[in-house]
């Protein structure tokens, strides 16, 4: 099992930035995938961010260039630094962990963290 713990969400005005944290422990496959997804109301769930254990990035299109993922492999946590945020962003963003093993997935949700951007 892998637990997730997420922080850093919360009220910004247009323009601004949040910063997402989310430490995770547990039973973390040396071949993962730590990311962000986001599901806005009404809308369904999507990938917003992720990063591999061997750091290659992959982003949705809509934040390209505004969000940047990161990871502390030491602390088993991940980031992602959401600037220039847009209403549009408003979501709860969950926190994603995939353990990878002989071609199964795993897949792990933190509780959400809501993001609220206001125009």
């Known amino acids: 099992q892998v637990q997730l713990v997420e922080s850093g969400g919360g009220l910004v005005q247009a323009g601004g930035s949040l910063r997402l944290s989310c430490a995770a422990s547990?039973?973390?496959?040396?071949?993962?995938?730590m990311g962000w997804d986001r599901q806005a109301p009404g809308k369904q769930r999507e990938l917003v961010a992720e990063?591999?254990?061997?750091?290659?990035?992959n982003y949705a299109d809509s934040v390209k260039g505004r969000f940047t993922i990161s990871k502390d492999n030491a602390k088993n946590t991940v980031y992602l630094q959401m600037n220039s945020l847009k209403p549009e962003d408003t979501a709860v963003y969950y926190c994603?962990?995939?353990?990878?093993?002989?071609?199964?997935?795993?897949?792990?949700w933190g509780q959400g963290t809501q993001v609220t951007c206001s125009s």
């Open positions: 994603k962990v995939t353990n990878l093993k002989y071609g199964s997935k795993y897949n792990y």
């Open positions: 547990g039973s973390i496959f040396s071949t993962n995938v």
């Open positions: 990063i591999t254990s061997g750091g290659s990035t």
